[in-house]
């Protein structure tokens, strides 16, 4: 755009120099030319330096060139715009030439060129602040109701409040937003009612049936295989009931119903906890080591913490090796608990998903580690896995 505007305006201005550079020569030929003589052209020449009458070049009509001058003050060559016409003075050819200096008309041109960037510069300046503002004004409803979309969550629900506007795009959006929200609000109560009646309800004939296998299995009157059989069933009850309690723990947890906090000390539940999973360590002759450097002490709820802990060291234990080891640290806000493992490293994408298992080993149900996440979720915390040398490290950052 500025080039062209250069092009255009020098075009112009050339166009203007050379109708003056033809009035001048039509004046000098109706004011001057008929009053001077051949011994006059000296005398004229020496006054007049941009008027000059030179020796006959066989030119035959006008002609308009640029040409450099030497300025013998400036020391430089300088543009001028000539115009050479062919005259005759007592009869013999002569040749007219006027200039005009270009420099202070570039001077001009580029200073109008300067006028017109700025003028352009403000203008785009100017639109981009009127848009800016009306943007703004006209996106405000948008983004506040995208500032309580980001804030939302499904288990602590609170109506949302949507700013009024009069622009009908936004207050569809509003109300679509608004019964969208609802529907899943009803789906997640009812989903969640599910799960907590269904746990429930499983409870009951869950240690109804393990009871009476218990008493099946004590009678003296069952073969040895019945006593198998049974012993099986069992078993597999006891893994149905552990994990209809651990389904009802994710469940409550996702619904937040463990809102009572208090003091919490790390290292004592490691050392209480530590005791109860020595008769497992000793049957797999795993040694436990600990490094406490510091103390831990956190303000969260008393049992989540202690399942967290629980799972961690239930999981170092199950997935070791005979002979293996198992070292639990704490230093600033971390407790870290390493243990060999006989399988390579697990998969981190999917570790702490539900039901997964890196192993195909009976022992588990593959949300241990499931709910330590959620724990940690829930509270804030960082829960993290790495693998190096055989060891399997779990860090939880408080």
């Excluded at 539900?354 to 192993?359: D, L, N, S, V």
């Amino acid at each position: 755009m500025a080039p062209l505007f250069y092009l255009i305006t020098n075009q112009f201005y050339l166009h203007e120099i050379d109708e003056t550079l033809i009035l001048t020569k039509s004046a000098f030929l109706n004011n001057s030319m008929s009053k001077l003589e051949e011994k006059d052209i000296p005398v004229w020449n020496r006054f007049n330096t941009n008027i000059e009458i030179q020796n006959s070049t066989g030119l035959k009509t006008d002609t308009l060139f640029n040409k450099l001058y030497y300025n013998n003050i400036e020391k430089e060559n300088e543009p001028y715009r000539e115009l050479n016409s062919p005259i005759s003075i007592e009869g013999r050819p002569y040749t007219l030439s006027i200039k005009t200096n270009l420099l202070e008309t570039e001077d001009l041109i580029f200073t109008l060129l300067l006028l017109f960037m700025s003028i352009l510069a403000l203008l785009f300046g100017g639109i981009l602040l009127i848009n800016k503002f009306l943007s703004t004004r006209l996106w405000k409803p948008f983004y506040q109701t995208l500032q309580q979309i980001e804030k939302f969550e499904i288990a602590n629900y609170h109506k949302l409040n949507f700013a009024s506007t009069d622009i009908e795009e936004f207050k569809r959006l509003n109300n679509s937003i608004e019964r969208l929200i609802e529907r899943n609000i009803i789906i997640y109560n009812n989903q969640r009612e599910f799960v907590e009646n269904a746990a429930h309800e499983l409870q009951t004939p869950i240690a109804v049936f393990k009871a009476k296998i218990d008493t099946l299995i004590q009678r003296d009157d069952i073969t040895e295989g019945q006593s198998k059989i049974l012993s099986s069933l069992y078993k597999t009850t006891s893994r149905l009931s552990k994990l209809n309690k651990n389904l009802f723990l994710l469940s409550k947890i996702d619904n937040q119903q463990f809102s009572q906090k208090e003091q919490v000390s790390i290292r004592n539940l490691i050392n209480t906890q530590l005791v109860f999973f020595e008769e497992q360590a000793i049957k797999k002759n795993i040694i436990i080591s600990t490094d406490f450097q510091n103390e831990i002490r956190i303000n969260a709820h008393a049992g989540l913490t202690e399942i967290l802990i629980n799972n961690l060291l239930i999981n170092a234990i199950r997935h070791n090796i005979n002979d293996g080891k198992i070292i639990i640290s704490i230093h600033d806000k971390i407790l870290s608990i390493k243990n060999t493992g006989t399988v390579k490293k697990l998969s981190e994408e999917k570790l702490f998903s539900r039901f997964y298992k890196a192993t195909t080993s009976n022992q588990g149900n593959g949300l241990g580690l499931a709910i330590v996440k959620k724990i940690a979720d829930l509270n804030g915390w960082t829960v993290s896995y790495s693998y190096s040398e055989r060891n399997h490290t779990f860090v939880v950052h408080f």
